[in-house]
Each structure stands twice: as C-alpha cells, then as structure tokens.
C-alpha cells in the first residue's frame, strides 16, 4: 500500500514561525512520529512525504536517523492542503492502485489503524478513519445564534487515514479544481462527485496536533504509552 503524508502546512494555528511538524513531541519532531508509526505499518510499502523544500534538509535529516527501511519519496507540496494532496497522487507510481492519505500533524495514529485501512481499502472505493462525536454540536449562525442542534449519532469526527482508489481520487480532485470546491480532507471531494465514503473506527488517542495544547495532550498520551510498554517488557 502506498501512504502519502501531507506535511506542506505552515502551522498557523499553533502560532510559530516554522512548520509544526518539526516541533519536538517527548524529544522528536512530530513528523518523526508520524513515520515512525508508517514505517512500522507492514501494510505500508511506499511512502511520499508531501512538504514545503525549505523543509527539506530538516525532514531528511529526521528520516536518516530513522532508519526507515521502505522507499520514502519527498514530493513538493501546494498552497493548501488540497493542492498538497493533488501533488502526491500525480508523484504516485504508476502501479498504485489504492492509496492512504495520513497527515503528517497526526503523530499519534499506530501502526494498527493504517494496517486496518490498509486491509479494508482493498474492499470499497473510498474511507476515513471516524470516531462518534462525544459533544453535543451546535449550527450557529454569524451572529452567534444558535440555528439547530443535529442529531448526535449522525455525526462523526473525521480523522486519516484516508484510503482511496487512485484513478477516482484522481478524477475527483480534477472535477474539484474545475469547480472550484474548497474542501479539508479529500473523502469531501469524494462526497461531492456523488461516491461513497464508508467508515472505520478511527483511535480517539489519533488527535491532529493543532494548537500548543495539542502538543501537551500528545507529550501526556505519547509519555503513557511508554509506560505501559516499559511495564511490559519489566
Ligand atoms: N498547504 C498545506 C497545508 C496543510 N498540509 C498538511 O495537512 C495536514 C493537516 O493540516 P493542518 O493541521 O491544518 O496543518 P497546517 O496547515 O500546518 O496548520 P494551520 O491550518 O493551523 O496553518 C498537516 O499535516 C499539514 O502539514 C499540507 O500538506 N499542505
Ligand atoms: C483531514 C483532516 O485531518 C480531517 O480531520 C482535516 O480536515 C485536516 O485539515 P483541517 O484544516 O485542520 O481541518
């Protein structure tokens, strides 16, 4: 299985000057987790980091010390997220019939939930990683007034891996610049050209690090997990 990782983001909303990613998570960059954890998926045989080539001397230096032992390609990302994504697909081999898209800001996903995507991509056309929303969601409008609460259990938090097959995503991506669409993760343009997105119980550990109190919920999760394997292996 091929997996992308888009990592070509700026980190406005964490409020430094670089890439997030590069920020340090118990004493590794946070992209260093995310590869760490596609390196150790045996479903995973080839990996495209989608990043900004200032980045570049940085990123290779943290996969050097990883050792990771399958192709790693580093692909020039986009403006948005969605242009990143369009890159990697074009920098696909040409035998990839079926991709996971992972994004570099969610360090914590383990090996298990791509390995699962992996098995269960090969079944459908199109999934996302979910978890059920715990919170009560509320439609408001600009004027802070609440407009309507939807129903809870139709609603999910949308999370990657996302897994696809390639020639669709392809074509939706092209039918989304045509049209214009904006959209934040790729099963939305899947959505839009009318295909089906199935869903797979995605990790509530598996949070995207977003804001600088996302950096001290993965420092708490990723210190716990140590714990528990150093109990083990004691
Ligand atoms: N032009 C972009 C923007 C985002 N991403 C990637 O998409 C993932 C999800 O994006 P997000 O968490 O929003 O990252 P940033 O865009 O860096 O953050 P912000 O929106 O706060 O600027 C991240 O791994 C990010 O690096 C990307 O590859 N290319
Ligand atoms: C793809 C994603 O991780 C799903 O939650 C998310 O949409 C990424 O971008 P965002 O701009 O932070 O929503």
Not at 44 to 53: C, L, T, V, Y
Not at 80 to 100: C, D, F, I
Not at 212 to 227: K, T, V
Request: aromatic residues 4%; charged residues 20%.
């Amino acid at each position: 299985m091929h997996l992308l990782i888009p990592s070509a983001g700026t980190g406005k909303r964490m409020g430094g000057t670089r890439n997030k990613l590069l920020l340090e998570v118990r004493s590794q960059p946070i992209i260093a987790w995310t590869l760490k954890a596609g390196a150790a998926a045996s479903a995973i045989e080839w990996i495209g980091i989608i990043s900004q080539p200032i980045d570049w001397p940085e990123l290779k230096a943290i996969l050097a010390n990883l050792n990771v032992n399958k192709p790693v390609e580093f692909i020039i990302g986009g403006s948005t997220r969605q242009e990143s994504v369009y890159n990697g697909l074009q920098a696909l081999p040409s035998g990839a019939e079926q991709v996971l898209i992972h994004d570099g800001a969610r360090c914590l996903v383990t090996p298990d939930l791509l390995n699962s995507c992996a098995a269960a991509i090969r079944q459908c056309s199109g999934l996302i990683a979910a978890v059920p929303v715990k919170d009560t969601i509320k439609v408001v409008d600009d004027h802070g007034i609440i407009k309507s609460t939807p129903d809870r259990r139709q609603l999910w938090a949308a999370q990657t891996p996302q897994g696809f097959n390639v020639k669709l995503l392809k074509q939706c991506h092209v039918e989304g610049v045509r049209q214009g669409w904006e959209v934040t993760d790729d099963a939305a343009l899947f959505e839009r050209c009318g295909i089906q997105v199935r869903i797979v119980p995605g990790e509530e550990t598996n949070l995207k690090v977003t804001t600088p109190q996302d950096l001290a919920i993965a420092e708490f999760i990723l210190s716990n997990r140590e714990g528990v394997s150093n109990h083990l292996t004691q």
